[in-house]
């Protein structure tokens, strides 16, 4: 996969890079940690700047972060309610529950978009309940530019110190993010074999 990656950035340069991340948040199969740390390989190399590199990876990431939250507010938590009271099992969630997360994303949703912003598959998906939840816009944003510029400045720095060994990123972040990926997922099965609704 990563081939494709290093000739768009090579060709597109700043350009690529966003347009990379930002595809990246809309389609997460396309990893972040094969294209931050090509960018910084290309920094090593002479033809980029890092601080440019980081810069480029999160503002077309946090284009798409942006526009996952601006769909998810558009939608409203509310029109979701038929589809909870119906789906709830699948869902592991009930009404009451979505009313407990707003109370608590109220209060903690800085934490949750911050933190989330540099996990395996929930960087995109954070934006989702953000929207849905109507965090404060202003605070959305800065939250979300904070996580995803210490995301992508790791891997693009990982990238530039590494220089042409960054395959070897891949080689510990890979399996970490495989992991982290199983136990969300092996959570999911076990909240949908336990799950009872609570109303």
């Not at 440019?52 to 526009?67: C, P």
């Not at 309610?81 to 009313?99: N, S, Y």
Request: positive net charge.
């Amino acid at each position: 996969m990563s081939d494709w990656i290093v000739r768009l950035i090579e060709q597109s340069g700043y350009f690529g890079i966003a347009l990379l991340m930002f595809l990246e948040t809309v389609f997460p199969p396309i990893p972040s940690e094969v294209i931050m740390p090509v960018a910084g390989l290309e920094a090593a190399k002479g033809e980029m700047l890092l601080w440019a590199v980081i810069a480029s990876g999160t503002g077309g990431a946090m284009l798409g972060n942006y526009a996952w939250y601006l769909l998810a507010r558009t939608i409203g938590i509310d029109r979701f309610k038929p589809l909870i009271d119906r789906w709830g099992r699948w869902l592991t969630i009930d009404w009451p529950e979505i009313e407990r997360a707003d109370r608590l994303f109220e209060r903690h949703g800085a934490a949750f978009v911050f933190f989330g912003r540099m996990l395996p598959t929930l960087r995109s998906l954070i934006s989702i309940p953000a929207g849905l939840l109507r965090m404060n816009p202003a605070r959305f944003v800065f939250w979300s530019t904070i996580g995803t510029a210490g995301w992508t400045a790791l891997l693009a720095t990982a990238g530039y110190v590494l220089g042409r060994h960054y395959a070897e990123i891949e080689t510990w972040i890979g399996p970490v993010s495989t992991a982290i990926v199983m136990l969300i997922g092996g959570g999911y099965v076990w909240r949908v074999l336990t799950w009872r609704p609570k109303s």
